[in-house]
Each structure stands twice: as structure tokens, then as C-alpha cells.
């Protein structure tokens, strides 16, 4: 099942520098995408989320965008902290249910 | 700031025996779910539990899996009749309602680490 699928399971980026994750669906049904993040040893912790009625959301130094006709969408972390190493992980929901699905995710490493 | 909380955070078990996994989910929120993630792999939806019933369901989610809400507070997840493969970190999740656009997200607990030999 690679309906959500993270291409790219790690990245390396220096501190202060932009992160960009980046995240592709196949299924046309889904129209709410989240970010999680997870640390070792904790469950994933909502990070941003968009609906499918925009394509950019930010927060911060987090930005979603999303890019409906490639079905695709990035998560930009600017600037990047050492704090912000863990696994991101993309999630999509389709408003006909409740499910959320889950991409491998990535693991990003900001170096200080 | 209230978060979802899960107990035991690891539990070893026989295959062949029956565990029950606990759950206590934000209190304001309606909605309650359980996911998994077996090593190495995605994570993966099992349940969706609204209003005392179980609203969706995966293929994951068998006859040897059952959630309850037993009080107003607790949600469990029990495996009837553990196998090997069920070995996986099961993530219990809470949202104040269900999907689509506008909703809100699903919160996630620490997880458990459930262990079968």
C-alpha cells in the first residue's frame, strides 16, 4: 500500500539552514494532509496540517505547502534547529472517513 | 497542555495469550483510535471508535482484535490470541472530532511496546 509515500527516508541539514521533507499521494480522495514528528521512544506529535482547499499553511518556522494537480506536498522547516532532528512523518485523511495514512517518513538530522 | 496517555509502555507476552492494552485519551475529545507500527514499517490504522461503536476499521483489525470503552475515561485495545506478528508498538490517538477539512488532528500517546515470544 504507497498511497503516502516519503521518497527520501533521511536528510542531513545544517543549522540554520531551510529543510524542505517532501511527501506524494496517489489516492484522489484524500483532502487533509498532516505532519507529525516523532522522537525515539514517543508517539508522533501533530506538527501542521493542511486541507485541500489551500496550498499553503504556516506556523512559525513551519510552512506546508501543497500542490493538489501533482498530488504532492513539502514540509519547510526555516531556520533549522538541532532541536528539530527526528522523523517527520506525512499523513493523509479523506473526508468520507476517519483513518489517517501514513507515509515511511524521514528521518531529518540538523547539525549544529 | 492534556495529552494522550498509554499503559503499559512495554509488555512481553506468550503467544497464545490474551493482552489488553490501555488507553487514556484527552478528555474533551470524542473520537479514539489505534494504530500500529511494526518494526521497520509504516504506521498503520487499525480502529476508529465514536460514540461506543467502532466507526471504521482496516483489514489489520480482526476477530482477535476488540476495543471497549469501559468507563468514561479508558479506552483498551484487547488481542484475543496473540501471534508473533502481532509483535509492534500500538499507538492509542484521540481528536475532538472526526476527518475531514477544518478538523482537528489526531493526538497521539507515547505508545506500547508489545512483545510476543
Known amino acids: 500500500d504507497q498511497q503516502v509515500k516519503q521518497n527520501s527516508p533521511s536528510l542531513s541539514v545544517q543549522e540554520g539552514r531551510i529543510s524542505i521533507l517532501n511527501c506524494d499521494y496517489t489516492?484522489?480522495?484524500?483532502?487533509?494532509f498532516l505532519w507529525y514528528k516523532k522522537y525515539p521512544a514517543e508517539g508522533p506529535t501533530f506538527l501542521i496540517s493542511?486541507?485541500?482547499?489551500?496550498d499553503k499553511n504556516e506556523d512559525g518556522r513551519f510552512t506546508v505547502f501543497l500542490n493538489k494537480s501533482a498530488k504532492h506536498l513539502s514540509l519547510h522547516i526555516v531556520p533549522s534547529q538541532p532541536g528539530d532532528s527526528a522523523v517527520y512523518f506525512c499523513?493523509?485523511?479523506?473526508?468520507?472517513?476517519?483513518?489517517?495514512?501514513f507515509g515511511g517518513g524521514t528521518r531529518l538530522m540538523v547539525k549544529p | 497542555e492534556p495529552e494522550v496517555t498509554q499503559t503499559p509502555s512495554h509488555q512481553v507476552t506468550q503467544m497464545g495469550q490474551e493482552v489488553i492494552l490501555r488507553c487514556v485519551p484527552i478528555s474533551n475529545h470524542l473520537y479514539f483510535y489505534w494504530y500500529r507500527q511494526i518494526l521497520g514499517q509504516k504506521v498503520e490504522f487499525l480502529v476508529s471508535?465514536?460514540?461506543?461503536?467502532?466507526?471504521?476499521k482496516s483489514e489489520i483489525f480482526d476477530d482477535q482484535f476488540s476495543v471497549e470503552r469501559p468507563d468514561g475515561s479508558n479506552f483498551t485495545l484487547k488481542i484475543r490470541s496473540t501471534k508473533l506478528e502481532d509483535s509492534a508498538m500500538y499507538f492509542c490517538a484521540s481528536s475532538r472530532d472526526s476527518g475531514g477539512i477544518g478538523n482537528q488532528p489526531q493526538h497521539f500517546g507515547d505508545g506500547t511496546r508489545l512483545s510476543i515470544l
Open positions: 489516492n484522489s480522495m484524500f483532502d487533509y
Open positions: 471508535f465514536y460514540n461506543n461503536e467502532i466507526s471504521e
Open positions: 493542511i486541507s485541500s482547499i489551500k
Open positions: 499523513a493523509a485523511i479523506n473526508n468520507a472517513g476517519n483513518m489517517l495514512t
